[in-house]
């Protein structure tokens, strides 16, 4: 738990225990208060925001609804609990706490500096769940912890030290975007029994220049994506920092971020070395590099058509991902697969089957149609022909067997009709492994169907024989 700030303010009442408005009258006093304001980043739906009231005559009931405004500009909008006036000490300080914060960011600034609307010259994000960029492996030069902008190529002295960590730099439209490792400020900000926090992210103009908030809240958000798409996880940046001339100038948190630890064993990005297997791929800053590029191309096209490409991502970082992952999951990551398919070749004009998406998505990435893993592919035909039931006949379709897309177009069919107690029954006759194989294989092609999208022509790593190989539509 750390302490974000103390400061005085007003308390003013907003709502009755009904969800009215108070009267005009009413809502014009005010209770002088000391606030603390404390923050512990934990797993969703925990809030990280603890907020401490101190004052006179306060009385919180859990069911009407306050206001808190404090001379350090900060508004926060909640609920408060505890406390009460103790009978003839209407005088004596008492303490309240406020819980279901609406808002959903506490900006700081310091006094006397700079206003909301300057710019910046840097920013540091702190990072949840940064695996697999933030543990060196990914390194391309060095840096002191917590100093993304001190990155070399080579360690001081020419040898690394305790002093100096991997660090991995890439760039993106002029500006320099730097994973390092973490210090001790950071960590009291995160549950560390429950969230990975390791590394924060560091930006600037490779020119020096300032960027406008516009930019910087552009670059927070595709960052935040990127990165949740590379490790699977859900909103890692929960804290900026902003700077001026090297001075600390604009804090930001993020009250709701509802983050995930790192969910999956396995990311599409390598690994290994290509030809000295585990070990630092020298070339894997060039992938990270590579990747970024064609994923924000692909987000703002997006977000200047409009387009749906977050919300296949949002479905990607579904909370049935896990861990463990649920069955469930394949529901999402196939409605996610659907709207890449329809982004890299148009909406169809009719309805198409489950069946025929599927198999566009396998021809997209160039994938046969059968069931990756001999072993498991025949084990499972011979354990489950019901996965390849025609599902209007309830009858074999022989020359389907063994296909992938038949299984997976079922399961999704079951899975979104679970009002039919004959599909519950079909997916609880699926042993837990079964079910764990689909899930693999649907986060595969998810991932796949992803870097397709964004042009990506290089290495990945098959989360399904644990080799890294090239995409496959680059022949």
């Not at 492996?137 to 912890?145: F, I, L």
């Not at 009858?395 to 009709?417: C, E, F, R, V």
């Amino acid at each position: 738990m750390k302490k974000l700030f103390s400061a005085a303010g007003k308390l003013y009442h907003v709502e009755d225990a009904n969800g009215n408005p108070v009267s005009k009258v009413f809502a014009k006093y005010s209770y002088p208060v000391q606030v603390d304001v404390k923050y512990e980043l934990k797993p969703s739906p925990h809030q990280p925001l603890v907020v401490d009231i101190y004052g006179r005559k306060l009385m919180g009931s859990g069911q009407t609804k306050e206001r808190l405004e404090l001379d350090n500009g900060v508004v926060l909008t909640g609920r408060t609990r505890g406390g009460g006036v103790i009978r003839g000490k209407e005088d004596q300080i008492n303490k309240i706490s406020m819980f279901d914060v609406e808002e959903q960011l506490i900006q700081l600034y310091p006094k006397n500096f700079y206003s909301p609307s300057q710019d910046i010259d840097a920013a540091v994000f702190a990072v949840v769940s940064s695996w697999p960029l933030g543990h060196g492996s990914r390194s391309n030069g060095w840096t002191r912890p917590g100093k993304p902008f001190c990155f070399t190529e080579n360690p001081p002295n020419g040898r690394r030290n305790t002093s100096t960590s991997p660090a991995l730099q890439i760039h993106h439209n002029g500006l320099e975007i730097t994973f390092v490792e973490t210090t001790n400020y950071w960590r009291p900000l995160v549950d560390s029994k429950t969230l990975q926090h390791d590394s924060i992210v560091g930006i600037r103009r490779q020119n020096g220049g300032v960027m406008d908030w516009k930019q910087v809240d552009y670059i927070t958000n595709m960052l935040s994506n990127f990165l949740g798409w590379v490790n699977h996880c859900v909103s890692p940046i929960i804290h900026v920092k902003g700077y001026r001339k090297g001075k600390l100038v604009y804090n930001g948190y993020n009250l709701h971020p509802y983050p995930t630890v790192h969910r999956e064993q396995f990311s599409w990005l390598p690994m290994f070395d290509l030809n000295s297997g585990p070990g630092v791929m020298e070339h894997n800053a060039d992938l990270v590099q590579d990747a970024l590029e064609g994923f924000a191309e692909t987000w703002r096209k997006n977000e200047k058509e409009k387009g749906v490409f977050h919300i296949a991502l949002h479905l990607l970082r579904s909370k049935e991902k896990g861990p463990p992952s649920s069955i469930l999951y394949l529901r999402d990551a196939f409605g996610a697969c659907g709207i890449l398919f329809n982004m890299l070749k148009g909406y169809p004009k009719n309805r198409t089957s489950r069946p025929d998406i599927i198999l566009g998505c396998l021809r997209e990435i160039g994938i046969d149609d059968e069931l990756p893993l001999k072993e498991y592919k025949d084990n499972i035909v011979k354990q489950h022909p019901e996965l390849w039931l025609n599902n209007k006949k309830t009858k074999k379709w022989d020359d389907k067997i063994g296909t992938m897309s038949y299984p997976l177009a079922n399961i999704q069919n079951w899975l979104l009709h679970m009002e039919n107690p004959e599909n519950s029954k079909l997916l609880l006759n699926l042993s837990r492994a079964v079910q764990q194989y689909f899930v693999e294989v649907a986060i595969w092609l998810s991932d796949l169907m992803i870097l397709k999208s964004i042009g990506y022509q290089g290495y990945y790593f098959n989360r399904l024989t644990t080799e890294t190989e090239k995409v496959p539509w680059h022949k």
